[in-house]
């Protein structure tokens, strides 16, 4: 059988977010190098770099020292084009829950395309929702239900090993189905969005917030194509235009349109709640 190919473990990403206590890291970076992993990814670190970070990571500083430092998660997540969050909690917010061998094919199978990450979040909290929105998918390590809450690291430990169980039981993956948008590319099609339904007035930019959350939840029970994302952006421009152009006449012929009710939208001859 020919060997796994080095490259897939290389294209897989271990973010951590928030990660209060220096030792967890460490901890996790020994975690990943023991399965062969390399690509730490720290999204605002309480503290770091830290001496007991070193001391965790024993013979993987090597990682500590190669980890990229994040201000945002968006950022660490910019150019992968999946990212699953990995959590002992089921949400509403991400539609899809793996276990973790199925995460692991998941994985492997677009880091194929290019970069990929698992997101683990903090150690009091847990990932945040707005965190979970950037995440396509959530894996939950079915862990006794009395007390299911890994260590950190514990849980890096788990998802690595099966990351690593089944890179070596293939040789080869099947192609991934689509070439699916990164996150800079989906990220920068939510501020589009944003800005494209504050200006219809469909959206309050003074509270965003839910809606767009449930936008978000939204697009991600399906995942994006590049070319969905140009599709849709092209949509939005559209109709960005309609209402300039829709304002350029009303302003030439002297006419100032009522106000929309905020909160509501005509919607051909029913009323559709906005923000709710
Ligand atoms: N109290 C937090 C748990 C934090 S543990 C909460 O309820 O969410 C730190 C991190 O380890 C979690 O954010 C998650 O990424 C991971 N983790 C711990 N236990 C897990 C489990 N059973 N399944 C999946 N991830 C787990």
């Known amino acids: 059988m020919t060997p796994a190919d080095p490259k897939l473990l290389a294209n897989i990403r271990i ?13 996790a970076a020994r975690a990943m190098k023991t399965m062969g992993l390399s690509q730490l990814y720290l999204v605002e670190p309480a503290i770091f770099p830290n001496s007991q970070a070193d001391a965790m990571a024993a013979g993987s500083t090597d990682l500590l020292a190669q980890a990229r430092v994040c201000a945002t998660l968006a950022e660490a997540l910019a150019d992968t084009t999946l990212a699953l969050g990995v959590s002992a909690r089921r949400r509403d917010i991400v539609a899809e829950v793996l ?11 677009e880091a194929q395309a290019g970069p990929v990450a698992l997101v683990f979040g903090n150690e009091t909290s847990g990932l945040s929702n707005e965190e979970l929105s950037l995440c396509q998918g959530l894996v939950t390590i079915a862990a006794n239900p009395d007390y299911s809450s890994l260590n950190l690291a514990a849980a890096v430990q ?12 293939h040789a080869s993956w099947p192609q991934p189905e689509m ?11 939510y501020a589009h969005m944003e800005t494209a339904l504050a200006e219809l007035e469909f959206l309050n930019p003074g509270s965003p917030g839910k809606l767009m959350l449930k ?20 949509i939005l421009t559209a109709a960005q235009e309609a209402q300039q152009a829709a304002n350029r006449a009303q302003s030439c012929a002297g006419f100032s349109p009522p106000r929309r009710k905020p909160g509501t939208l005509q919607t051909g001859h029913r009323t559709a709640t906005r923000n709710s």
């Open 15 to 27: 973010v951590l977010t928030r990660t209060s206590h220096p030792g967890n890291i460490g901890a």
């Open 158 to 169: 788990v998802l690595s090993y099966e990351i690593r169980q089944a890179w070596l039981g």
């Open 215 to 234: 936008l978000r939840r939204l697009f991600a029970r399906t995942r994006l194509a590049k070319e969905e994302v140009n599709i849709l952006r092209g």
């Open 179 to 189: 070439d699916a948008a990164t996150g800079d590319e989906i990220e920068k099609f």
């Open 99 to 109: 276990t973790p061998p199925e995460a692991a094919t998941r994985l492997l199978t």
